[in-house]
């Protein structure tokens, strides 16, 4: 079984105020990329990517007028692709869902909260936490919550399996509308403060499944990873080892291998994600690590194989040029999946 993450940028900008799809020669979301050239690109990767659920993340805006789901079952309908059932969680209102394309005759998928506890929260309610030592209690939520999902596979040797999967995108820790270096300190750490608190949220509810015994995948967009900015040493440690329990006991620990800084200084590092920065011209490209797919000792059991589909670091994404090109004109992440053996 394969499951797979991906970050769509500006997905909901391929979609009129009705739901339809905007395959013609406007700009996308993207910097010069027309909506249909961003169309016909994610519909080469999806189709390349041939999994069994794809957690979207930032897929398109689910409102009065349009719906999720119905948009991605036409997008899958329109590309011919296998994943043609799609799953919406608690809607947001920032134009960027969480969601998921799922193959229904391979698994089914629900969407399935928690009910909720007073250390972790449903996850579309708040969490009350002190955020900066000061005594007083903070109110945290999820401008995304994460869509938590129940997955039952329905063929094969595994038939009647079941595994969880938590999708999320956490709050990104850029120091967006800082005016001056020292605004920017300030957001930085104001932004990590809300950042850390929502990894502990995550992680709460990560404990609170494992006690069941159930299988766990918690997958997306971080926007964070170990070593990926100079405050982590301030802080201690990233949230994204907060949500795998990194120094824990073994059977508590999730796991991705893309999640640990390689040793030695001459190794590249992985990355899931390039953004072009403008300034100052002609601008450069920065890459980074930020999308993650972590599994739950049990499932480490099933020979897992993690790929991050990048056009340039996987050598079976460069070799086909067509894919290799998509991959840069869809978004700017990349997909990442895990291959399990169930």
Not at 201 to 215: A, F, H, P
Request: hydrophobic share 40%; glycine share 8%.
């Amino acid at each position: 079984m394969r499951i797979a993450c991906y970050n769509v940028e500006w997905f909901t900008s391929l979609f009129d105020r009705r739901g339809r799809i905007l395959e013609d020669a406007q700009d996308s979301g993207r910097y010069g990329v027309t909506r249909a050239e961003q169309l016909g690109a994610l519909g080469i990767v999806f189709t390349a990517l041939e999994a069994d659920c794809i957690v979207i993340i930032e897929a398109p805006d689910n409102n009065m007028r349009r719906k999720t789901v119905a948009m991605l079952e036409a997008f899958a309908a329109k590309y011919g692709l296998r994943q043609r059932r799609a799953l919406l969680g608690f809607e947001n209102d920032t134009q960027q869902e969480i969601a998921a394309l799922y193959d229904p005759d391979v698994l089914c998928l629900s969407h399935e909260p928690s009910e909720g506890s007073v250390s972790a929260p449903r996850f579309d309610l708040s969490l009350q936490i002190d955020l900066d030592i000061d005594d007083r209690l903070d109110t945290v939520h999820f401008s995304k919550p994460p869509l938590e999902m129940q997955l039952e596979v329905l063929t094969g040797p595994a038939t009647g399996k079941r595994l969880r999967l938590i999708g999320v995108h956490l709050k990104s820790k850029a120091p967006h509308g800082a005016t001056d270096p020292a605004g920017e300190v300030r957001l930085a750490i104001e932004n990590r403060r809300k950042q850390l608190a929502q990894c502990l949220w995550l992680r709460r509810r990560v404990d609170e499944v494992l006690d069941t015994g159930e299988s766990l995948i918690v997958l997306g967009d971080f926007n964070d990873g170990p070593g990926l900015d100079e405050y982590e040493q301030l802080f201690g440690r990233s949230g994204l080892e907060i949500v795998l329990g990194t120094g824990g006991p073994p059977a508590r620990q999730l796991h991705d291998p893309h999640a640990r800084l390689p040793r030695g200084k001459t190794t590249a590092l992985p990355a899931s994600a390039r953004f072009f920065i403008p300034e100052p011209p002609p601008g450069q490209f920065f890459s980074a690590m930020l999308d993650y797919i972590a599994l739950s000792p049990d499932l480490c059991a099933h020979a897992p194989k993690w790929r991050i589909w990048h056009p340039f670091d996987d050598p079976g994404c460069y070799r086909v040029a067509e894919l290799r090109e998509a991959l840069l004109q869809a978004s700017d992440h990349f997909p990442v999946s895990v291959d399990l053996a169930l």
